[in-house]
């Protein structure tokens, strides 16, 4: 089955100003036959050339506003994850946006039919002409007024399709704030080519991974942006892809914690948001990992440990996703989780 991702690549949205730029390309090289019974009547002439470029003008922008509309209905019956993704970006619902497109088209093929029968029942060249500009200029209207809109489209769709495949019969999250290693154990534990660097928010988008279970199927491993230890009216879009990906995604999330002393936020503040991603997948679903123990001092190293299981009501696993230290280990949990999930009845 094609994923959400493959079916918007196809799909290219004009902007108004695009739109406009083609139209007028469109009819400026324009020719509209004319039949023989015409050729002596240079007013009926003109009106067959002007209901010709009228056409031509509503088709575009009426295909146009088609695909739009297409391509809202195809995010609407998605994923959640992608119709948040949606609400995210255009600050409106998928089947409200769909309602009104579909308004506007078809008042947009009355207007284009008004138009028409004016021109035909003109008079003169001067008038058709007038009722022409006055249609085209109506047609046009319809997409300018909605071009806000059809930009966040535009940008939803552009989101969407640098998405990876996230399908899977375990879908785990490999959550944390940023720079806590998150992509070093996504690469190391999967075929992934995460962007590894030494600055926070290295991932902007999310990153997937896959664990193949030999002849049963695949986990799904999601690296996302990290969280940073503040209210959700602060959070940048970045992280509200990783609080999408982890509300509508995640059959199990795995919490990664950086004790070590380059370490750019404190125990406290990833404990906080922590209990935010426990809240999220609930506390069932949730495995605390201590990772870059071999750069830790092991004095600081047992105090997290403590302060964590204590925290947590959880023991955390203790790895090196640099040096591979615990990851086979890391890796059998996530399988047990599999097979825990596709035996349940």
Do not use: C, W
């Not at 400026?28 to 007013?43: F, G």
């Not at 089947?95 to 029942?121: P, V």
């Not at 490999?174 to 996504?186: E, L």
């Not at 922590?274 to 679903?285: C, D, I, M, T």
């Amino acid at each position: 089955m094609t994923s959400l991702p493959d079916k918007v690549k196809k799909y290219y949205i004009k902007t108004y100003d695009e739109l406009y730029t083609y139209i007028d390309s469109k009819l400026r090289k324009a020719t509209i036959p004319v039949s023989p019974r015409l050729r002596r009547d240079k007013t009926a002439q003109l009106k067959n050339a002007l209901l010709g470029k009228l056409a031509i003008a509503y088709n575009i922008v009426d295909k146009e506003l088609e695909k739009i509309i297409s391509i809202v209905e195809e995010i609407e019956k998605s994923h959640p994850f992608y119709v948040e993704i949606y609400r995210m970006i255009t600050g409106t619902d998928p089947g409200i946006t769909a309602k009104k497109l579909r308004i506007a088209r078809r008042n947009l093929r009355r207007i284009y039919h008004e138009y028409r029968l004016n021109i035909k029942n003109s008079y003169s060249g001067k008038e058709a002409a007038g009722h022409f500009k006055a249609g085209l200029g109506r047609i046009l209207s319809f997409y300018k007024r909605s071009n806000q809109l059809i930009q966040a489209i535009k940008k939803v769709v552009v989101e969407i399709a640098k998405l990876p495949d996230i399908s899977g019969d375990l879908i785990v999250i490999i959550a944390g704030m940023p720079q806590v290693g998150k992509s070093t154990i996504i690469r190391s534990l999967t075929n992934a080519e995460p962007e590894i660097g030494n600055y926070p928010f290295t991932t902007k988008n999310i990153i997937v991974g896959h664990i193949i279970v030999e002849h049963l199927g695949k986990i799904t491993l999601i690296d996302t942006p990290g969280l940073l230890d503040r209210p959700q009216s602060m959070r940048n879009e970045i992280e509200n892809k990783a609080i999408l990906a982890i509300k509508h995604l995640a059959d199990k999330a795995v919490y990664v914690f950086d004790p070590s002393p380059q370490s750019y936020y404190t125990l406290n503040e990833q404990l906080r948001v922590y209990r935010e991603v426990e809240e999220l997948v609930g506390s069932e679903n949730i495995l605390p990992v201590i990772n870059k123990i071999d750069i830790t001092p092991r004095q600081l190293l047992e105090k997290t440990h403590q302060s964590i299981t204590r925290e947590t009501d959880k023991k955390p696993l203790l790895i090196s996703a640099l040096r591979g230290d615990g990851l086979e280990e890391l890796k059998n949990i996530l399988i047990r989780f599999f097979m825990e999930k596709n035996q349940s009845p």
